[in-house]
């Protein structure tokens, strides 16, 4: 088939399964969205039709071309209509694709699959083969739509029972074999409806669209939208490749971070600090502002055509060998370093993965973040007060403003009830703590406490500005504080806020979906923050232990105990003529509506100095805000109450505010009014936990209770400004409580009655007889996660810090609760093995290692990832610890914690572990062994009698730690497997080079390198000779030194005295290597490192693209 006329840019694809074209309303549906959508490409599954029919269609919606496969019996059938423009090309076809190439004018060449997934649950991996032979079939770019007939997790599914999940962890598997990412779809969840209407509903996604990472790269803005049709249960699906439309706007100042690699930064910031000398703080920042803006357009960012001029210049010369050209060629090399460093600044500023450190270069992984980050930014539509939609620029920016001026109005708050309940918590020693001279060290400690990459305020500079110039300006930073906070008030620019809108959903459509983020001028968020860091040390006596946010010592994990004790307890609950409630409730807004003045009557009423409470409304009430919406600043909007989400003051501020209610419910607890509730006879009362914003609220189940529960919450928001989002409030009720008395009661309260199935501070209320299923949504999270297309660009060094940083992170918390299932820990190591592994385009690399070899410690031979299996034990053990340790805790009370030895009396002498170490000898006769004798001799004595304390022998202060139960627990099974730990491992990751370096000699050391001799060894059909010198065959001793053209490169690196001394006396590149960072300086290891890296480097090069260097060259670039 020949090659139709092409297409300039946009691109739209509208997939739909039609069940069937025959029916009246299926060609009004289709021709509907035809016409409204305009796709360029239509596909069209479960047609039903013949070639005959479609060709009728065709005409009907004026489409140039067709291609249809013809139905078979009752079932099938498939269509694809295109316009000339697409220029479309048929590869081939099936009963269940159809597989295109599309040439588009300004992205290139590239392939599309229309698929329709085998329906039939026995045929799934006949289905998933399917794909992996799609995915072989071309090395181009590929995008894959339509019906898969297949779920990718249990939120993909919304009904009674769960998908299972051998389905979806198969679906997940040809995903990622395929190097393929799910494009987010914006609007409804779910693509396929059965029994709508009826309480045995279904919806499932069924429909979808994906694509490779190098597809995505070309259409980094694409969109999947799920639109409506009557006709079919299925929805249709369109994918919009659309490029970014942008108006023109004037650019803000933001300080960028790559200037700081630039040799003249130093010069101008000085110059321009200094050229106002009697000047203010902040008008000697807007000073260094204008100039930094003039001088940074000088500074060219256009990386790519910089690193390419550096590299054609550099070809030219590699080959000459007179010292002009020698010394010039470095000179181009550094600076083509250069260049790619302020790229990866340029990006990671952007990026805002702060979990990744610098070294090895992520450009592309922070490119593609960046990108998505835009993407996620720009809000297209937005619905008004009069529930109309606006799409245009200006009406945005109405719509945005008249939000902001209506969310953040005073409103006259009836504060005295409650503020009459508050008593007075803080010491004269605490003022004084608090309002003592700030020092300079304070500041400073303030300011290096936030990452550098921040985002800036209106002023344009983030951290990384002022700490790299804090010898400059930290003086007069210090000077200026100290007037501020003397004289009460700031300049009137320090407290200028941008607002910045972060989604909350998906698809948001009105202001209430988007969650204000301030972003704060840096120079006030270290008044703010040095002022947070003193208010931290008095919280813990202002703070009730109901509330678990922000105070030191307390914890989430707290509160989450409790709660789900709780919700157990009233499940069990079945007799008793008494019922119990839990009532969890959603506060709208909460920080934006807190009332100022009720704010500073609880301050006041606390005890809080004048002096400390002017300093804190200082800073919550001088503010002026700036929404930024799209690429404009709507504003100035002048508050009248609310707490900034950005403000390091915020949170501590919010607590104490909440202290309120936790007065009116302990109030009512005391007069009789509510009675809380006890799990148990002999158990603590619980009558609400807090964390910040999150409230959950225990009482009888009666009228009278609910009731005045529900006044009190009221009474609260009249007094705080909060407000109580009845709708997305949530009630539980014992089991010993009638149907009936449950609906009266959740229609007295207005809130909707739920069965223990919700979630509380992001953990499963109740957790059912399968674990499994109810934990299940773990491995979604982290295969989610890991299928992010931009992940796939990071390097080998990326990929650790992703998986240790980010990826072990996410099942972090519910193990510090609840021991996971091994089968659920085995597939999360699965899949974490399989990502650090995979590579390549299929991203379907060989597994070298098994996930315990990589989890062992660095200093063992392994990488130091975590092994989940005793993590999760180290996690749980530390809540048995602070139970013991801390028995007047609350969460500890509620569950009983045993006693810790005290004064003698209730220990069992014989059984106790009194001597310190890992024997613990039972003591009948100490004078006959030497080492129990010194043991008991070296125990201090007291001077007076005290009451014993719990000690952890595994750290010095006698605290447990997860990190040292985690090392315990791995040091006990490396004896119990009988494994020998080799401890030279430890002296590689000490040399000083670059990560990825250091990686790859772990992978020689550890007998990973894919090598020729290794490759056919794991039966990969390959040659095995050197692909350098193709004389003998290529293993790790021939690729480092037995290569003449590696020997070449130590010899011209300068380090042949280094490496042929270990050559005489081992063939084994293990024992050289691990010897060279043992005995050679860091420094000198480290070269060896980065030469070996640069020899791998160029045998890939020249296996891959045909490219080799010199030995010199080499060398060279590896200075």
């Not at 400059?472 to 501020?484: P, R, T």
């Not at 809540?879 to 003698?904: C, E, H």
């Not at 020997?1047 to 050559?1063: D, F, H």
Request: hydrophobic letters at 40%; proline letters at 4%; charged letters at 25%.
């Amino acid at each position: 088939m020949s090659w139709q006329p092409g297409l300039p840019g946009l691109m739209i694809i509208l997939s739909w399964n039609c069940r069937g074209l025959s029916t009246p309303n299926a060609i009004p549906n289709l021709r509907r969205l035809a016409q409204k959508h305009r796709p360029d490409v239509l596909f069209l599954s479960e047609t039903l039709s013949t070639s005959q029919q479609l060709e009728r269609i065709r005409v009907l919606l004026k489409y140039d071309s067709c291609l249809s496969i013809d139905v078979e019996g009752r079932s099938g059938g498939l269509a694809v209509l295109w316009n000339d423009k697409s220029k479309c090309k048929i590869i081939n076809y099936s009963r269940n694709f159809i597989n295109l190439e599309v040439d588009n004018s300004q992205k290139g060449v590239w392939r599309m699959t229309c698929y329709y997934g085998l329906p039939e649950r026995g045929r799934r991996r006949q289905a998933w083969d399917m794909l992996r032979e799609l995915r072989d079939m071309s090395s181009l770019p590929w995008c894959i739509i339509g019906d898969f007939n297949d779920l990718l997790s249990q939120e993909d599914k919304l009904g009674s029972h769960p998908h299972p999940n051998w389905l979806c962890t198969g679906f997940r598997n040809v995903v990622s074999d395929c190097d393929l990412t799910d494009i987010q779809l914006e609007g409804h969840r779910f693509t396929w409806i059965k029994s709508r209407g009826t309480p045995h509903v279904i919806e499932e996604r069924l429909d979808r669209a994906m694509a490779t990472s190098d597809w995505l790269a070309l259409f980094p803005e694409v969109k999947l939208i799920n639109l409506l049709a009557t006709h079919s249960d299925h929805s249709p699906i369109l994918l919009q490749c659309e490029p970014v439309t942008r108006t023109n706007f004037k650019h803000a100042f933001k300080f960028e971070n790559l200037w700081l690699k630039e040799d003249d930064i130093d010069d101008v910031v000085g110059m321009a600090w200094e050229r106002e000398m009697s000047a203010e703080v902040v008008e000697k920042i807007g000073v260094c502002a204008d100039e930094l803006q003039r001088w940074g357009r000088r500074k060219r960012m256009r990386f790519k055509e910089e690193v390419e001029t550096c590299s054609e210049e550099m070809e030219k010369l590699r080959s000459r060998t007179d010292q002009e050209s020698i010394m010039r060629f470095q000179e181009l090399y550094h600076n083509h370093a250069k260049i790619l460093v302020q790229e990866e600044a340029y990006w990671r500023q952007r990026a805002k993965m702060h979990w990744l450190k610098e070294g090895d270069l992520n450009t592309k992984f922070f490119h593609m973040s960046a990108k998505a980050r835009s993407k996620v930014k720009k809000i297209e539509k937005l619905v008004n007060e009069e529930n109309v939609v606006i799409t245009n620029q200006e009406g945005l920016c109405e719509v945005a403003k008249n939000y902001f001026d209506s969310l953040f109005k005073f409103s006259e708050g009836n504060h005295e009830p409650v503020l009459s309940l508050i008593h007075p918590r803080v010491t004269l020693e605490d003022n004084q703590r608090l309002t003592t001279p700030i020092l300079k060290e304070e500041i400073h400690a303030a300011l290096m406490q936030m990452h550098p990459d921040k985002s800036p305020g209106p002023d344009g500079f983030n951290p990384a500005f002022y700490q790299h110039f804090w010898q400059l300006c930290g003086d007069e930073i210090f000077d200026a504080v100290k007037v501020w906070l003397e004289r009460g008030y700031f300049p009137s620019s320090l407290n200028e806020t941008n607002i910045c809108l972060i989604p909350k959903c998906d698809s948001p459509n009105s202001m209430k979906e988007f969650r204000p983020i301030a972003l704060c001028n840096v120079l006030y968020k270290i008044v703010s923050k040095m002022l947070a860091n003193r208010l931290k040390l008095c919280l813990d006596k202002c703070i009730s232990e109901e509330q678990s946010a922000f105070v030191e010592g307390r914890s989430i994990t707290d509160n989450a105990l409790i709660a789900m004790e709780v919700i157990h307890a009233l499940k069990r609950k079945t007799k008793g003529m008494k019922g119990e409630l839990a009532l969890k409730i959603d506060i709208s807004k909460a920080y934006d509506k807190v009332d100022w003045g009720f704010l500073k009557g609880m301050l006041l009423r606390m005890g809080f100095s004048n002096k400390w409470i002017q300093w804190m409304m200082m800073c919550v009430s001088s503010v002026n805000y700036s929404v930024l919406m799209n690429f404009d600043k709507v504003g100035p909007i002048h508050p009248g109450r609310g707490l900034r989400q950005g403000d390091p003051l915020s949170p501590y501020l919010f607590i104490l505010a909440t202290e309120g209610l936790t007065a009116l419910i302990k109030h009512s607890l005391e007069r009789g009014e509510i009675h809380g509730v006890k799990i148990c006879r002999g158990a603590p009362v619980v009558s609400h936990l807090l964390f910040a914003d999150d409230c959950f609220l225990f009482c009888r189940a009666n009228i009278a209770e609910a009731t005045h529960m529900m006044s009190l919450l009221d009474v609260y928001g009249a007094a705080s400004g909060q407000e109580i989002n009845l709708s997305k409030s949530e009630v539980y009720f014992s089991r010993n409580l009638s149907k009936a008395a449950q609906e009266d009661l959740s229609g007295i309260m207005g809130v909707k009655h739920v069965m223990g199935t919700g979630t509380y501070l992001g953990l499963p209320s109740m957790v059912g007889r399968s674990k499994k299923a109810t934990f299940g949504y773990i491995k979604d999270r982290m295969w989610r996660k890991i299928n992010s297309w931009r992940g796939r660009a990071l390097s080998k060094a990326g990929k650790d810090v992703m998986i240790k940083s980010v990826l072990q992170a996410i099942p972090s918390y519910i193990m510090s609760i609840f021991l996971i299932p091994d089968s659920i820990i085995n597939d999360i190591e699965r899949m974490l093995n399989s990502f650090w592994w995979g590579g390549g385009t299929n991203n379907k690399g060989i597994r070298w290692l098994a996930w315990d070899k990589l989890a062992r410690p660095k200093a063992d031979g392994g990488l130091g990832f975590r092994n989940f299996h005793a993590f999760n034990m180290a996690m749980v053990a530390k809540q048995a610890w602070n139970f013991m340790s801390k028995p007047n805790t609350l969460v500890a009370r509620i569950y009983k914690a045993r006693w810790k030895i005290g004064d003698g009396s209730r220990i069992n002498i014989m059984s106790e572990p009194w001597l310190r170490g890992e024997d613990n000898p039972w003591m009948q006769a100490p004078q006959n062994h030497t080492s129990v004798a010194e043991s008991i001799i070296r125990i201090p004595l007291l001077e007076e009698v005290t009451e014993d304390c719990l000690l952890w022998q595994f750290e010095n202060n006698g605290n447990y730690t997860v990190k040292s139960g985690y090392k315990t627990y791995l040091k006990n099974r490396a004896i119990e497997q009988n494994y020998t730990l080799e401890k030279e491992w430890g002296s590689l990751w000490r040399i000083k080079t670059a990560p990825k370096n250091k990686h790859l000699m772990w992978r020689v050391c550890r007998g990973v390198l894919p090598t020729r001799t290794r490759l056919r060894e794991r039966h990969v059909m390959c040659p095995s000779e050197c692909p350098i010198c193709e004389g003998s065959e290529e293993d790790d001793w021939h690729v480092f030194f037995g290569c003449r053209e590696s020997k070449s490169v130590w010899i011209e690196a300068g380090l042949r005295g280094v490496i042929e001394p270990r050559m005489q006396h081992t063939n084994n590149v293990k024992s050289i290597f691990l010897d060279i960072c043992r005995d050679e300086t860091p420094n000198v290891a480290g070269a060896v490192a980065t030469i070996a890296w640069c020899i791998w480097n160029n045998r890939n090069n020249w296996v891959w693209n045909g490219l080799k260097d010199t030995a010199k060259s080499i060398a060279m670039r590896a200075v």
